[in-house]
Structure formats: C-alpha cells, structure tokens
C-alpha cells in the first residue's frame, strides 16, 4: 500500500470554526498509510481568499494530489482545477453548484432544533455560539475535544458564504462524499441531495457533523479509498 501512495499528497482543507488541527486524528491515520498528507491554512475571509490559499498550499506539493475537506470548505474543495488533483473528498461538505451560494445549500432545508443561531458580528464574522460545539458542532465528541474546539475556534467572514461559486471541479473530477446521518449543522437531507447531485460515491455513517474528531477511522477509510481508485485509474 505504501508503494502505491508514495507520491501522492493529501491536502486538507478545515471548515468555519476550526482550523488545520482538527484533522489531526485522521492526518496521523492517514501517515501511517504512507500518504503525505498538508493542512491548507485557509483565511475564511472570503470564498476567493480561500481558493487562493488552496492553490498555494496545491503548488507546495509533488505528484498526484486528492483534496478533502470539511463542512464549508466543500466549496473551497470545489475550486481545485490544478490537473494533478486526481479526486476529491467532502465530509458532512458543503457542495454548491455553479452560481450557488453556500448559504443558499447550508440553509437549503430545515434546521435542526439544537442547531446555533448564527449572524455576523459588527465586522462581518459569525462566531460559533460556545455552547453550540457540544450541541451541534460535534455532540458526540470528549469534553476534552470541545473545549478544544472552543479554544481555537475561528469566525467565518459572510463573504464566504455569499460569493457564487464558478464552475465546481466535482464536473470532472471523480469525488467521494460521507454523509453524516447525525448532523445537526448541516441536515443529512441537503448532504445526500448534494453527494446525489455530484454524482459522488457516497458512504452514509451514524456521525457528527465532525466526524474528524469523532469518527475519524471512517474519515481516513474513504479517503483511502478515493486515493487507491483514483491512483489506479491514473496508472500510478
């Protein structure tokens, strides 16, 4: 298996509210595979700002790349046209369409009840309401991970999610999705209407809305996955 990924990178992209550190579990997984794996330091001040910051992160690497990301940065995943990107990843990921934005597919069906009250403070950042990292953010996630989550968390700027996305990269790339059953952020319906409308492989699981910390044997299996199917259609 090592043999197989030696040139392969995965880049991973964090959502709103987190930062690189959340994929920690899944990235020590994935190591062990043999598969370079790079956080992409995205901004979140605006969809444009973190593409660009995937693009950076995508030229620092050699080979075959796959991109995965978390939450809002399904949309961000949906930027990486580089050729060496051999497929990608969402996990409980937004996924707007070509003139969409990720408020119009975050906020597509109803809510969860537990799900937090979000709106931008006076310079345009949402916060995550404390309490609502336990509640929703990842309810089935150790009070250590939460206090975690608390600690580091990082607003997302609205601009990112009032931008429309240009053509997305799941047109033409072969992508993969794990729908999370229990999520209270983002309901499983809008998830599996966007997996359904990519045309994604989906993997459908009884997990949070951040299955990085909570389930992450499941997050790193399916992007083994996509890297071994995706890397021998490529011949490598």
């Given at each position: ?75 961000v ?13 969402y ?50 996630a ?35 999705y ?16 966007m997996?359904?409308r ?10 949070d809305?951040?299955?990085?910390l909570?389930?992450p ?20």
């Open positions: 298996m090592m043999s197989a990924f030696q040139n392969a990178t995965v880049v991973m992209i964090h959502g709103a509210w987190a930062d690189g550190s959340s994929w920690e579990p899944v990235i020590r997984r994935l190591e062990k595979e043999g598969l370079r794996v790079v956080a992409a330091p995205i901004p979140l001040t605006s969809l444009s700002d973190d593409a660009a910051a995937l693009r950076r992160t995508i030229a620092r690497t050699n080979g075959p790349v796959i991109v995965a990301g978390h939450a809002y940065a399904g949309a995943v949906g930027t990486a046209h580089d050729e060496r990107v051999k497929a990608l990843v996990i409980a990921a937004l996924a707007p369409d070509e003139g969409e934005t990720v408020a119009e597919v975050f906020y597509r069906d109803e809510p969860h009840a537990k799900a937090p009250k979000l709106a931008p403070d006076a310079d345009g950042f949402i916060w995550m309401p404390d309490e609502s990292f336990a509640e929703a953010f990842a309810q089935n150790t009070v250590e991970q939460i206090a975690l989550c608390r600690a580091v968390q990082r607003p997302i700027s609205v601009k990112c999610i009032q931008q429309p996305v240009t053509a997305p990269a799941w047109k033409n790339k072969p992508s993969w794990l729908l999370a059953e229990e999520d209270r952020m983002i309901n499983p319906k809008t998830q599996r209407f997996a359904e990519m045309k994604a492989t989906i993997r459908s699981f009884a997990v809305h951040t299955p990085l909570t389930a044997d499941k997050v790193a299996a399916i992007i083994l996955e996509a890297a071994k199917t995706a890397l021998q259609e490529e011949g490598q």
